[in-house]
């Protein structure tokens, strides 16, 4: 699982949204979301402060409340983008990327745009499974943050991305190591080389990397293909010469030219 350490990151920069209307804030408990005709203020200031006390699909629901009664107020923009908010952070990501992608479709040049694309990449982000499990919604979140880095290069989102962009990609190849290991556990020699390559052409600047070589120097020689088990092993030791996984390679090719 990768580590999130984002949420910091994201509430820094909804703390410029949220700021309540002018005029009365309410207190009410109950019925907040029952339809009820209300006037821009106090909804808007209702989901505010359901989102102060951490009642965040509460929060949410309200938020749309704003846009569904108030659909022309300026404020029914930033209540659809603050609604994406609250649920990114009630979890319910599904939801969240439902308001997040209306937003971007309504409003495409709008200043917050890129953060409304920098949920949908969180929302996703997220929700990746362990590398035994599918990576679909892995291969999502890599789309979504490289699409924001495309559209958005010099916005402050685009460092967070980049940065978890490297992250995502240690996974997905993880996830081609857990198979290929799989393969050559099963002495299914040619599916495993297939995977340990794409780690080694694809994901080449991730940990991954060094094992991936030592693998394909394992699978060559169990394969029968000695040069290409050298050329694996020689990549190898020209960039990681002090790993453990060079050593390994250099005494699988030194019993090979003894047997």
């Known amino acids: 699982m ?8 994201a509430l820094l920069i909804a703390a410029a949204l949220i700021a309540p209307l002018a005029g009365c804030a309410t207190g009410k408990n109950k019925g907040d979301t029952k339809y009820v005709a ?22 949410a629901a309200l938020f749309d409340e704003v846009e569904r009664q108030h659909p022309y107020s300026p404020w029914a923009r930033r209540a659809q983008l603050m609604s994406a908010f609250s649920y990114y952070l009630a979890r319910e990501y599904t939801d969240s990327i439902s308001s997040a992608q209306r937003f971007i479709s309504i409003h495409p040049g709008n200043r917050d745009a890129p953060y409304a694309l920098y949920l949908i990449a969180m929302d996703y982000y997220e929700q990746i499974q362990d590398v035994t499990r599918d990576q679909k919604l892995t291969q999502q979140a890599l789309d979504a943050m490289q699409e924001l880095m495309r559209r958005y290069p010099d916005s402050r989102y685009a460092a967070d991305a980049r940065v978890k962009v490297d992250l995502i ?16 556990r099963r002495a299914d020699w040619l599916a495993a080389t297939l995977r340990f390559r794409v780690v080694v052409d694809k994901y080449q600047t991730t940990s991954h990397a060094p094992e991936a070589l030592m693998r394909l120097t394992e699978s060559y020689l169990a394969l029968g293909v000695p040069q290409e088990a050298e ?4 990549v190898l030791g020209a960039n990681y010469p002090g790993s453990k996984w060079y050593e390994h390679a250099y005494e699988l090719l030194r019993k090979k ?3």
């Open 2 to 9: 990768l580590r999130k350490a984002h949420r910091p990151i």
């Open 231 to 234: 050329k694996a092993a020689a």
């Open 169 to 184: 990609n240690d996974h997905l190849a993880g996830k081609e190591m857990e198979v290929g290991r799989f393969y050559q």
């Open 38 to 59: 209300r006037d821009v203020d106090t909804l808007y200031n209702a989901a505010k402060e359901r989102l102060d006390k951490r009642q965040y699909k509460l929060a």
């Open 257 to 259: 030219r003894a047997a």
